[in-house]
């Protein structure tokens, strides 16, 4: 009986770990607004590097300078921009207009 019980905990404690685990693993992607504002944003637009909003950048090319950084441009990591928010975000840059409150080089 006691076995029973003990087995019991283990199995209603073990629940919410695996729930806590996989919420972390698959997080939504967040939207292109979202990961300009938070990301691309802290530079371009800041007088930190060029404009990109209002270019009309091809997508592919904004994808490699993300992945693969440019002179004072960081690269970024698959951990820190996914490869389905990079696609998103570099289709939304390619296409968004520019924004009278940005200020670049
Ligand atoms: C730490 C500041 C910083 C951050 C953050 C940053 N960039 Fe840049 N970026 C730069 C600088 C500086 C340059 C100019 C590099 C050079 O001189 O060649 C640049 C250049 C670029 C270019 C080339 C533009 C051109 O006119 O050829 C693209 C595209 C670009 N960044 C995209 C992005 C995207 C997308 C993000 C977000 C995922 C991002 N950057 C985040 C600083 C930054």
Same mark, same amino acid.
């Given at each position: 009986?006691?076995?029973?019980?003990?087995?019991?905990?283990?199995?209603?404690?073990?629940?919410?770990?695996?729930?806590?685990?996989?919420?972390?693993?698959?997080?939504?992607?967040?939207?292109?607004?979202?990961?300009?504002?938070?990301?691309?944003?802290?530079?371009?637009?800041? /007088?930190?590097?060029?404009?990109?909003?209002?270019?009309?950048?091809?997508?592919?090319?904004?994808?490699?300078?993300?992945?693969?950084?440019? /002179?004072?441009?960081?690269?970024?990591?698959?951990?820190?921009?996914?490869?389905?928010?990079?696609?998103?975000?570099?289709?939304?840059?390619?296409?968004?207009?520019?924004?009278?409150?940005?200020?670049?080089?």
């Amino acid at each position: 009986m006691l076995r029973v019980y003990g087995g019991m905990i283990a199995l209603a404690l073990a629940g919410p770990v695996a729930a806590q685990q996989r919420l972390g693993e698959v997080q939504a992607p967040r939207a292109p607004e979202q990961v300009y504002a938070k990301v691309c944003g802290y530079c371009h637009g800041r /007088n930190v590097g060029p404009i990109l909003l209002g270019r009309h950048l091809p997508a592919e090319t904004v994808k490699y300078v993300a992945r693969h950084g440019q /002179n004072g441009m960081p690269a970024f990591r698959p951990t820190e921009v996914t490869p389905a928010e990079l696609d998103a975000l570099a289709a939304w840059i390619a296409a968004a207009p520019a924004r009278k409150e940005e200020h670049g080089q």
